[in-house]
């Protein structure tokens, strides 16, 4: 699998409604790092009945649209909690399934495996893994839901505030095949392979290297650049 890619394709996305009735099938088992047959279009996870098409040609309005869109007559929203007729998983209970996989780790380590878990599940399933938002901190990705539970820790071993049982096969296929790839990897592997990709990089955009920033990695972004990559 290739990770890593000097240059960027542009992706002009096509929302077409709701993937439980737009789903074009995903790649399983040992070929999960082939994208769906169906890209590069991009299928919404708010639930959009009306069914119609959207044409975006940049990451930006993506992001505008999906804020923008009224959900079934509720109210609007980005990310809802609840995909289909289940309910989303939480970052909790990521990070509770990667430590019931591992075994304990630093919570940088922690922090960046949950980004991977994120993007790449973004890009085999058409849809996030958790909703929790993630930010483009100066040592890379870090989900602030997260950091709030393990501030003042170096190491953590168990993870009480997530459930590893709450999540779907669909999504411990995600997380497992990340974990086969970044598993072995350090913390800094980790911290400096995400200062080399484009979601953290155009995320940190006018910050000076270490300098503090809350500025949100959005998963549209995730999705157009790791999807770029297989």
């Known amino acids: 699998m290739i990770f890593l890619r000097s240059a960027q394709t542009s ?8 993937r439980s009735c737009g789903r074009r099938g995903r790649a399983v088992g040992a070929n999960r790092h082939v994208p769906p047959a169906s890209r590069p279009v991009f299928r919404c ?5 009306s069914g119609r098409e959207i044409t975006l040609s940049s990451v930006a309005p993506l ?9 079934g007559g509720e109210a609007e929203h980005s990310t809802p909690r609840t995909i289909g007729e289940r309910e989303m998983a939480t970052a909790h209970d990521v990070a509770a399934y990667i430590l019931k996989k591992r075994g304990s780790m630093s919570a940088m380590k ?25 930010e483009a901190w100066a040592n890379g990705p870090v989900t602030p839901a997260l950091y709030n539970e393990h501030r003042g820790k170096f190491t953590v071993g168990t993870w009480p505030a997530g459930d590893a049982d709450r999540l779907h096969p669909s999504q411990r296929s995600s997380v497992d095949a990340v974990l086969e790839y970044y598993g072995d990897k ?3 592997w980790l ?15 006018g910050l000076a290297p270490g300098q503090q920033g809350s500025h949100e990695i959005k998963k549209s972004s995730m999705a157009e650049f790791y999807g770029s990559l297989v």
């Open 191 to 205: 911290s400096e392979l995400t200062h080399r990709e484009a979601p953290w990089v155009n995320a940190r955009a």
């Open 186 to 188: 350090e913390a800094f």
């Open 110 to 134: 922690l922090q960046k495996l949950v980004y991977y878990s994120q993007a790449w599940h973004l890009v085999w399933e058409d849809e996030p893994l958790f909703a929790d938002h993630i």
């Open 45 to 49: 996870h708010v639930c959009f009945p």
């Open 63 to 71: 992001d505008k649209a999906l804020e923008s869109v009224n959900c």
């Open 11 to 18: 992706l002009v996305q096509l929302w077409r409604g709701c």
